[in-house]
């Protein structure tokens, strides 16, 4: 079984930031596209909005109401794809989700980030 393990949510203030980790242990991490996407709590996480992609060779695209805020990045000695966020918004509060996409695709189980004074 595949797993994505998100960590990293939590409350933070409007224009603080956090860091969002997925860890990968059990794919052959390099040739997988990773993306983040979000969604509202107790929405279905496949219609959610994409935030962040990363393709296997690095290139990277991003969702017009973060850019220029969040970062991507993988690590294949990890197998871990990061999230950097900064200047967080109100608006940025969801669920985040890691998507994992080669042949098939694996989702995460979520991490939660409420930005909120």
């Known amino acids: 079984q595949v797993r994505l393990v998100e960590s990293g949510g939590g409350l933070v203030q409007p224009g603080g930031s956090l860091r969002l980790s997925c860890a990968a242990p059990?794919?052959?991490?390099?040739?997988?596209?990773m993306a983040w996407y979000r969604q509202a709590a107790g929405k279905q996480r496949e219609l959610g909005e994409l935030?962040?992609?990363?393709?296997?060779?690095?290139?990277?695209n991003y969702g017009a109401s973060v850019k220029g805020r969040f970062t991507i990045s993988r690590d294949s000695a990890k197998n871990t794809v990061y999230l950097q966020m900064n200047s967080l918004k109100p608006e940025d509060t969801a669920v985040y989700y890691c998507?994992?996409?080669?042949?098939?695709?694996?989702w995460g189980q979520g991490t939660q980030v409420t930005v909120s004074s």
């Open positions: 059990d794919l052959s991490f390099s040739i997988y596209d």
């Open positions: 998507r994992a996409t080669w042949r098939d695709a694996y």
């Open positions: 935030v962040a992609f990363i393709t296997s060779g690095g290139s990277t």
